[in-house]
């Protein structure tokens, strides 16, 4: 890589861990409505995943999108505007927290409903098969959701189809407040994927280039072989399942533990240790995103709400035109 993308690395998980950071503050001040999942910890995850995909490429996930889709190339103004529900957010106000969504740059939401994105990553590929082309579908989930149907059914359609899906499971330990030990019967989420004879690997979440690697090997393997591949990235949520979560199953010794080997503070060793990046360089770009981030909180703030009109707009699909109306 060129120095200028070691840099940006940088800058998209510092990104999104102040703009985490800033938006559970804003929730406590019931500026944010709903529920509030949060990426933090789990920034090298995303960051290096798409970072090596190609922009053709489709990105679905679950409801803790708020990550996700500030490495997809939606402003962090408009990731804070839907936070708060305003009209100018990505999805004009009305998906809020879990339902970010901007297919212009091919990421197709985050999606509240527990595993329920997979079968719809399954047909985004099978779409893609129809129409003849190698794009692939990247696919993110928590361990959590490979314990039901949709996880199942999706998994089994995309081998039966050899279907170009990039199943990722971003493993940080537990579903809602269970350890994977306590609910899932294999040691290892990616043993789930043999069961469908989908090739699959395990990767160090917290290292991003780890992550960057193992990813750009699956998609080769993806389009070369023209089959699904199963991702296991092993990471860990430093906050609650969300903003209600006491965390009252998990030590806090636990939460420590992990956080020294915090993603950002590994890769921001390897850029000084490697002398890709000088100690001010890093400092210029903290500087930067948080005044990006303090620009973010009070567009948002100052946005308007949704017109009452807006609840009847964006509904329905015009087939002859493909407008949605």
């Known amino acids: 890589m060129e120095k200028q993308e070691y840099l940006d690395l940088y800058y998209q998980m510092v990104m999104i861990r102040l703009l985490e950071e800033q938006a559970a503050q804003l929730y406590q001040q019931g500026k944010i409505g709903g529920f509030l999942h949060l990426y933090i910890g789990q920034e090298a995850v995303s960051t290096g995943l798409i970072s090596v995909r190609e922009p053709r490429d489709r990105v679905i996930t679950a409801y803790r999108d708020h990550g996700v889709a500030i490495n997809c190339g939606i402003p962090a103004t408009e990731v804070m505007a839907e936070l708060l529900g305003k009209a100018t957010g990505c999805s004009q106000g009305k998906g809020g927290s879990m339902h970010m ?40 989930f928590g361990d959590g959701a490979t314990n039901i149907g949709y996880f199942h059914e999706a998994l089994n359609l995309s081998k039966v189809w ?10 940080n330990q537990y579903g809602m407040g269970t350890a994977v030990e306590r609910a899932s019967a294999v040691s290892e989420i990616r043993q789930k994927a043999e069961g469908y004879c989908i090739p699959n690997s395990r990767v160090d979440g917290m290292d991003i280039l780890a992550v960057r690697q193992a990813a750009s090997q699956a998609f080769e393997f993806i389009r070369k072989e023209s089959t699904p591949y199963f991702l296991e ?11 209600g979560d006491p965390e009252r199953y998990r030590a806090s010794e636990e939460v420590r533990k992990w956080q020294e080997n915090d993603a950002i503070g590994i890769y921001a ?12 360089e890093l400092d210029q770009l903290d500087a930067l995103v948080e005044a990006e981030v303090a ?18 707009e964006h509904i329905y699909v015009d087939q002859q035109f493909g407008i949605i109306t």
């Open 269 to 280: 060793r390897h850029l000084l240790d490697d002398k890709i990046a000088s100690q001010e």
């Open 233 to 243: 990235i092993m990471t860990y949520r430093y906050r609650g399942h969300s903003m």
């Open 295 to 312: 620009e973010a909180v009070r567009f948002a703030e100052e946005s308007p709400e949704p017109a009452p009109e807006a609840l009847y």
């Open 101 to 140: 969504a901007d297919v212009k740059k091919n990421f197709w939401g985050g999606h509240a409903i527990v595993g329920a994105h997979l079968p719809i990553a399954s047909g985004l590929a099978l779409g893609d098969k129809y129409a003849g082309n190698d794009n692939v579908t990247i696919c993110m």
């Open 162 to 171: 050899n279907l170009r899906v990039l199943w990722v499971c971003e493993n």
